[in-house]
C-alpha cells in the first residue's frame, strides 16, 4: 500500500531564506508525482507536476525533483516571501487515471 | 475556463439529515475524483470515475455515502443520514487522463450538528 509522508510538518523561516520541503513515498512504481499549496479555508491549487520518467520540474522560484528510486521529492522554493505563507502538499499517482495518494503536509510559514 | 465547480461552499445540517454535495469537473476532463479532508486524516480519496464509470470506491466510509456521476458534467456526493463525524471539507477534483495533473475546487465545508 503506497503511503506519502512529508517532513517536516511544519517551518517557519525569515523571508528571503530558500528552503527544501520533503516528501517521501514508500512504492516507487508511481505515474507521477504532483505539488499543491492549500491556503486557509481553500482548495488545492497545483505547482508542479513531475512524470515519473523526468527528474525535475521548475516553475518561477520553485524547482521539484523526483528520485524514483529512492521514492524522494524535493520541493525547493528560492527567496521565500510572506505571500508564500501556506500548506504544501505533495501526492503520488500510482498509474494513469489513478488516484493521487496525498502526504499529510507541510504548513510553511514565511516571516517579514 | 471557470475551474472545477463545486456546490454548496458552506453546508451545516443536522444529524440524521440527507447531504447532496455537486461537483462540475473542467470541462474536457474524464476523471473524476472525491477527497474528504480533516485535521486528523488529511486528504482521502473517497471515490473516483474514468469516464462516467466507478473505477474505485474503497475509500467511500460505509454505506450512508453514495457518489453518481450521470454525464461529463456533473457528479454528486450524498450521505444519508449523515453524522457530526462526517464534518469536513469535502473536495472535488478532475483530470484529463492522459496529462494527469489534477485541479481541485474550492471545497465543501459541511458541518453536521
Known amino acids: 500500500k503506497q503511503e506519502v509522508t512529508q517532513i517536516p510538518a511544519a517551518l517557519s523561516v525569515p523571508e528571503g531564506e530558500n528552503l527544501v520541503l520533503n516528501c517521501s513515498f514508500t512504492d516507487s512504481a508511481i505515474y507521477n508525482l504532483q505539488w499543491f499549496r492549500q491556503d486557509p479555508g481553500k482548495g488545492l491549487t497545483s505547482l508542479l507536476l513531475i512524470q515519473s520518467s523526468q527528474r525535475e520540474q521548475t516553475s518561477g522560484r520553485l524547482n521539484a525533483s523526483l528520485d524514483k528510486s529512492s521514492g524522494r521529492s524535493t520541493l525547493y522554493i528560492a527567496a521565500s516571501q510572506p505571500g508564500d505563507s501556506a500548506t504544501y502538499l505533495c501526492a503520488v499517482k500510482a498509474n494513469q487515471g489513478g488516484k493521487l495518494i496525498f502526504g499529510q503536509g507541510t504548513e510553511l510559514s514565511v516571516k517579514p | 475556463d471557470a475551474g472545477v465547480i463545486q456546490s454548496p461552499r458552506h453546508e451545516v445540517t443536522e444529524m440524521g439529515q440527507e447531504v447532496t454535495l455537486r461537483c462540475k469537473p473542467i470541462s474536457g476532463h474524464n476523471s473524476l475524483f472525491w477527497y474528504r479532508q480533516t485535521m486528523m486524516r488529511g486528504l482521502e480519496l473517497l471515490i473516483y470515475?474514468?469516464?462516467?464509470?466507478?473505477?474505485?470506491d474503497s475509500g467511500m466510509p460505509e454505506d450512508r455515502f453514495s457518489a453518481k456521476m450521470p454525464n461529463a458534467s456533473f457528479s454528486t456526493l450524498k450521505i444519508q443520514p449523515s453524522e457530526p463525524r462526517d464534518s469536513a471539507v469535502y473536495f472535488c477534483?478532475?483530470?484529463?487522463?492522459?496529462?494527469?495533473?489534477?485541479?481541485f475546487g474550492q471545497g465543501t465545508r459541511l458541518t453536521v450538528v
Open positions: 470515475f474514468n469516464n462516467n464509470v466507478p473505477i474505485d
Open positions: 477534483a478532475s483530470s484529463l487522463a492522459g496529462t494527469t495533473e489534477a485541479f
